[in-house]
């Protein structure tokens, strides 16, 4: 077959059989795909060869924050690479300078200095070893309702199932209670989850230990919004056994909750922060993990054993530094908490009207509606780890009628991008209203 070199002349059919026959798919048995081939995409909307337009309620992976297509951060990226493409890390450039000093401006608390990346996972991975670094100790905390990305250490950080086929991984990795139960409605009390905490850190040997690690707020595994004081009883515990404090923010930042962190919410400066994904709406690949001045200041006098050959790529960093200029334009941070409460009302009337939905969760634009069979006793829609056949169905009437979102166990992520009106959220409510009709034939 010869394959027309002109972007836009393939279909639909023949992106989805080239693609499938020859290349592979993260998270996917591969012969059970179905993917669905996009051609461009414009503010909350994708777009087939064929000009189906999809509502993308999930920001793709929580990421694309500022919307597609915005052509502030298209030109960037052109102007870059049109001006310098490449130079290893080792060098320095314009565009390097502003963006650190820009995020430094932005940063909670003392969080002055980055290391850049080109994803969370890698960020994830490069917090381990600074920690380790820094303190001389190697065990790291975290928890079992956690995802912090695919690489080796990374996953072995992330509690939830998508970590058993590749364990054994890395040494050292222990385990502490998650603030949410699988099964369960509310989260623990703030006592109890932070006790539990504390008990890990008391067997393992608080001198062992060089960090705790958690989401700030859960992502794939439920926005899981901590209860108030909980992060601010981690960072007391930290400090307490000299244990550094990593927040990962790389779903929750810049702007998706309402603030450009989520620990901006509750006033608490971590130690290391790990961020990707809004910080350039993924229109290219780029993460970093911020630290202290007090952790950055010990590395003048010290090696620091890590290093990415694509670390401060310039034309990543122009996306960055246009995504942030964006953000602040459109006010769009200040746009998603004025959203919070608007998904909300939508949550809590479907919930009213729907007797599948069991819980509802958001926090500016992070949302999740939990599906039940039972409210009393309170039975998930699934089983943990599972699906069943009204989430597959459910999934198929979304994709029917044109809204694209992360279904994952037992629930429905509304998670769009921060630049979409009222209206438009109100459009994939109504698309998942009706989802929810077949999901209420489960209820007993």
């Not at 780029?286 to 401060?312: C, N, P, Q």
């Not at 729907?354 to 699934?382: E, W």
Request: glycine residues 10%; aromatic residues 8%.
């Amino acid at each position: 077959m010869t394959i027309s070199a002109a972007p836009g002349s393939m279909t639909s059919e023949e992106i989805v059989r080239l693609s499938r026959a020859h290349t592979f798919f993260s998270w996917s048995v591969q012969g059970a795909l179905d993917p669905i081939a996009i051609d461009h995409a414009e503010g909350v909307y994708l777009y087939t060869p064929e000009g189906r337009r999809i509502l993308d309620f999930n920001a793709q992976l929580m990421s694309v924050n500022i919307g597609h297509g915005d052509r502030r951060v298209i030109d960037a990226i052109a102007a870059q690479a049109a001006r310098l493409q490449y130079v290893q890390p080792a060098f320095v450039t314009e565009v390097r300078a502003r963006l650190g000093a820009k995020l430094a401006e932005i940063l909670p608390g003392d969080l002055d200095k980055v290391f850049f990346t080109l994803g969370g996972a890698e960020a994830v991975e490069n917090a381990i070893k600074l920690a380790r670094h820094h303190t001389g100790r190697t065990k790291i905390l975290s928890r079992y309702r956690s995802y912090h990305g695919a690489t080796l250490g990374a996953n072995t950080l992330t509690g939830d199932p998508r970590r058993w086929a590749n364990e054994p991984a890395i040494y050292g990795v222990v385990r502490y209670p998650d603030t949410h139960r699988w099964g369960e409605k509310e989260p623990r009390p703030v006592g109890e989850s932070l006790q539990g905490l504390e008990d890990v850190i008391r067997y393992e040997g608080p001198h062992t230990i060089a960090a705790v690690f958690l989401e700030t707020i859960v992502g794939t595994n439920g926005i899981l919004i901590p209860p108030d004081g909980y992060l601010q009883g981690v960072r007391e515990i930290c400090d307490r056994y000299g244990i550094l404090m990593v927040a990962d923010e790389v779903m929750a930042g810049f702007g998706r909750t309402g603030r450009w962190f989520a620990v901006d919410h509750w006033e608490v400066v971590p130690d290391l922060m790990t961020m990707a994904k809004g910080l350039t709406s993924s229109y290219l690949p780029l993460g970093a993990v911020a630290m202290r001045h007090g952790i950055a200041e010990a590395f003048e006098t010290k090696m620091f054993y890590g290093g990415l050959t694509y670390s401060s790529h310039p034309v990543s960093l122009a996306a960055a530094l246009a995504t942030i200029g964006v953000y602040e334009e459109d006010g769009l941070i200040e746009h998603a908490a004025r959203m919070d409460a608007v998904m909300r009302r939508h949550h809590e009337d479907l919930a009213a009207r729907h007797p599948s939905v069991g819980a509802h969760r958001n926090l500016g634009l992070f949302g999740i509606l939990d599906l039940v069979r039972s409210h009393d006793p309170y039975i998930p829609m699934t089983a943990f780890n599972g699906t069943s056949d009204e989430m597959k169905a459910v999934g198929r009437h979304l994709r029917e009628h044109g809204l694209y979102t992360m279904l994952s166990n037992n629930s429905i992520h509304t998670n769009p991008p921060l630049c979409i009106t009222e209206e438009q959220l109100a459009e994939g409510f109504a698309i998942i209203d009706g989802a929810l009709a077949l999901a209420d034939e489960a209820v007993r």
